[in-house]
Structures are given as structure tokens and as C-alpha cells.
């Protein structure tokens, strides 16, 4: 009999602990939703001042071409007129319109270059979120799963869930999931065991009984 009781017990222990590690997985899954949707609105922010700063560099590249050609007239008049000293004038204002213009144009590529990136961020972030709420959905029915299996395994057991970013958090519960699921595989297991060493103690004090034999 104290074997059999340490089997029982040791199985109601291990379901007990599958219990007590679990985490609230469909809880966490939510919070690991929000926070990529979070990213997926700060991406997208991103964008839309990239957007504005891209309209602004256009405007600022068109107006500094348009002030280097006036200058440019206004220096060949100068020029024309004999007034060495107005010519020179336009002339320096015109080069400085066209560095203007040079930078302006570089900020607008270097803006172009982080839209794209952005853009590229966004498209896999909401690929990523798509993939994650089918996941959550699945890890979901497992884990009600093999909370319920567990329940099974050690009835009247009280137990706590703690509390534990996105994809990393979704592979971390996926494991402790798996390893759940093997744990209620095992207690299943180990009280079929304790179950048929029982059975086999029955059917032996049965056959004493038949045989007429004291019970040792």
C-alpha cells in the first residue's frame, strides 16, 4: 500500500504543480496583441509626419530652384547694366539658394529612404499580428485544455496563475503550454498506473479469499 500511495500522491503533485506554473496564457496573448498594436499605430504615425516632412522638403527644394533662377536674371541684368557689384551680389545669393536646394534635396531622399523602411516595418508588423492572433487562438484552446485535464488530475487543488515582448512572449507560452501537456500526460498516466497497481492488490487479496489463505 505505501507504494501505491506514493504514486497517487506523486501524481496529484505533479498535477498540482502543472497547475500552480501556468500562466493566464489568454490574458498575456491580449496584452501581446495590444502591444503590436500599438507598434502597428506608432509605425504608422511615423509615417504620416514622414509624409508631412516630405511635402515640406518639396516645397522648400521647388522654392530655393525658383530663388536661384531670379537671382540668376537678376545677376546677368546686373551683369548687363555694368554694376559689377550688384551682379556679384545675385550671384553669391543664387550659389546659397542652390546649397539650400542641395540640402534640401538630400533631406528629402534621406526622408524617402526612412518611409520605406517604415513602410517595410509596417508591412511586417501586420503580418506578424495576423499570424499571432491565429496563434493566440490556438494556444488559447490548448491551454484551456490542459488546464482542464489538469483540474481532472488533481481535483479540489486550489492553484494561482502569475503573471510573466510580442512574438517572444507568444514562444514562451506556446512552451510552457507544451510542457504542461506533458506534465497531464504524465499525471494521466501515473494514475493509471497507481489505478491498476490498486486493481492488481484487489484481484491478489480476491485469490487469498479463494484459496482460503491467510492475507500475508
Known amino acids: 500500500m505505501g507504494v ?11 498535477a498540482h504543480e502543472a497547475l500552480n506554473k501556468v500562466e493566464k496564457p489568454v490574458m498575456m496573448l ?3 496583441l495590444r502591444d503590436m498594436e500599438e507598434e502597428i499605430h506608432s509605425i504608422r504615425q511615423a509615417l504620416v509626419r514622414q509624409a508631412a516632412s516630405e511635402r515640406r522638403l518639396e516645397q522648400q527644394i521647388a522654392e530655393s530652384g525658383r530663388l536661384a533662377e531670379s537671382f540668376e536674371k537678376k545677376a546677368a541684368e546686373a551683369v548687363a547694366a555694368h554694376c559689377d557689384a550688384e551682379a556679384r551680389q545675385a550671384v553669391e545669393a543664387k550659389l546659397n539658394y542652390l546649397e539650400k536646394a542641395a540640402q534640401y534635396s538630400e533631406a528629402y531622399e534621406e526622408s524617402k529612404r526612412l518611409s520605406a523602411e517604415l513602410e517595410y516595418r509596417l508591412n511586417q508588423a ?9 496563434k493566440r487562438d490556438e494556444l488559447a484552446a490548448r491551454a484551456r485544455k490542459v488546464e482542464s485535464q489538469a483540474r481532472i ?3 479540489g487543488f486550489g492553484y494561482g496563475l502569475e503573471g510573466g ?6 514562444q514562451r507560452i506556446e512552451e510552457t503550454i507544451l510542457q504542461k ?18 486493481e492488481a492488490l484487489i484481484q491478489e487479496q480476491l485469490a487469498r479469499l ?3 489463505q491467510s492475507p500475508s
Open 4 to 14: 501505491l500511495k506514493r504514486l497517487v500522491d506523486l501524481s496529484k503533485a505533479t
Open 30 to 32: 491580449n496584452q501581446y
Open 126 to 134: 501586420k503580418a506578424e499580428y495576423a499570424g499571432m492572433q491565429a
Open 153 to 155: 488530475a488533481a481535483p
Open 165 to 170: 515582448a510580442a512574438s517572444r512572449g507568444f
Open 181 to 198: 501537456e506533458a506534465q497531464a500526460e504524465l499525471a494521466s498516466s501515473m494514475q493509471a498506473a497507481a489505478a491498476a497497481s490498486r
Open 210 to 212: 479463494r484459496t482460503g
